[in-house]
Each structure stands twice: as C-alpha cells, then as structure tokens.
T-cell receptor, first 114, second 113 residues
Framework: DAGVIQSPRHEVTEMGQEVTLRCKPISGHNSLFWYRQTMMRGLELLIYFNNNVPIDDSGMPEDRFSAKMPNASFSTLKIQPSEPRDSAVYFC????????????FGEGSRLTVL | KQEVTQIPAALSVPEGENLVLNCSFTDSAIYNLQWFRQDPGKGLTSLLLIQSSQREQTSGRLNASLDKSSGRSTLYIAASQPGDSATYLCAVNGAGNNRKLIWGLGTSLAVNP
C-alpha cells in the first residue's frame, strides 16, 4: 500500500485566498483525522471522520475551516478565507478502529499564508 | 483534563549511547499510549503502542515501558545511531467516553557520530 497520500506538499498563498488540502487514506481504513502542527502548539486534532461521517469537529478553529469526506478514499480540508495565522503543517492520518487504532500519517501539507 | 509532557525538549548524545526519553501524563485512566517518530519535513511514524494492561513493548532496539500509577512512560533506545536522530512524540488515548489522543510536544534527539 502507498500509505496516506496528501497534496499539495507545499502551498504558498496570499491572505484571503481559498486553500484546499487533499488526502487519500490507506485503503480499508475506516477512520480519518486532520491535524495541524505548529511549533508553539504542537499537534492539534482538527476533525475526525469515521466511516466517512464527521464524528468530532470540536478542534476546527472557526467557520473559515471546513472538511469533507465524500467517500472512503478521499477527504478535503478547506480554509476560506485564509489568514497568516493559518500557516502550519497540516497532516492527514488514518487508522482502523477510530481513536485507539494505530495511526498512519501522510507526509503533510506545509501551508504558508502571506 | 489530560496533559502530556515530554522532558527534555531536546537531547544530544554521542553515537553508541543507550538513552531514555520520558513521557508523563496527568490522568492515569488511559486506554493506550503510543510513541511516534517524526523526521524533519516528514509525517509521523508509529513506533510502539502499549495497551493500558501492558507494562512494555519492544521493537528491535526500542523498548517502551508504561507505569500507569505514576503516569509515566519511557522509550529506551539501545546503542543509538545517527539514523535515530528525529523528534520522538508520545500520545495518550483516554479511557471511558473520551478516547481522543492527547499529544506531547516531543523530544528532539540528535545522535552525533
């Protein structure tokens, strides 16, 4: 298996622009997580899907952030409009068995908002 | 509220040393604990997962122990190599209804040849 695949790897955009990050989880995994990582705050869970259904979105910072999982093999995280404080590395991870299963991470999308 | 702390934040050792990385957590009611490795510019790789009923797990030169009563886990790396240089993070799953992973900030390890 190719592992969790994220795109783009790097994104530089200007404040106010829309950003869409994409994730393909490992085939057969029923749980998908979006994380944000910064030096100051470490890893923060943004949203958790189980069987394509959002289970916990309490970590989504505000209405500018939205996530979808239209099928078992694809998810998007959208930021609209983007702000400089959104600059971070965004990780997608998948697992079998929700929160407690072994997590497999993608290589991340590094977002810079100017 | 569960909090996970990793001390030190950074560690530098000469090649060949045996070393211990520490992880402490405030609530002993956990489901499991996981150790991850992160290389610069990369994602996280799961190293070891210890269930709450276990005391330790081993994989090659890595051994992770868990002491729930004291709220501590250690990751022991034997005969360290330059290739072990990375950031090591621990994360705890809560027991009960809230199973969300709570993360430490990691220990950045440099193994010098």
């Amino acid at each position: 298996d190719a592992g969790v695949i994220q795109s783009p790897r790097h994104e530089v955009t200007e404040m106010g622009q829309e950003v869409t990050l994409r994730c393909k989880p490992i085939s057969g995994h029923n749980s998908l997580f979006w994380y944000r990582q910064t030096m100051m705050r470490g890893l923060e869970l943004l949203i958790y899907f189980n069987n394509n259904v959002p289970i916990d979105d309490s970590g989504m910072p505000e209405d500018r952030f939205s996530a979808k999982m239209p099928n078992a093999s694809f998810s998007t995280l959208k930021i609209q409009p983007s702000e400089p404080r959104d600059s971070a590395v965004y990780f997608c991870a998948s697992s079998l068995g929700g929160y407690t299963g072994e997590l497999f991470f993608g290589e991340g999308s590094r977002l810079t908002v100017l | 509220k569960q909090e996970v702390t990793q001390i030190p934040a950074a560690l530098s050792v000469p090649e060949g040393e045996n070393l211990v990385l520490n992880c402490s957590f405030t609530d002993s009611a956990i489901y499991n604990l996981q150790w991850f490795r992160q290389d610069p510019g990369k994602g996280l790789t799961s190293l070891l997962l210890i269930q709450s009923s276990q005391r330790e797990q081993t994989s090659g030169r890595l051994n992770a122990s868990l002491d729930k009563s004291s709220g501590r886990s250690t990751l022991y790396i034997a005969a360290s190599q330059p290739g072990d240089s990375a950031t090591y993070l621990c994360a705890v799953n809560g027991a009960g209804n809230n199973r969300k992973l709570i993360w430490g900030l990691g220990t950045s390890l440099a193994v010098n040849p």
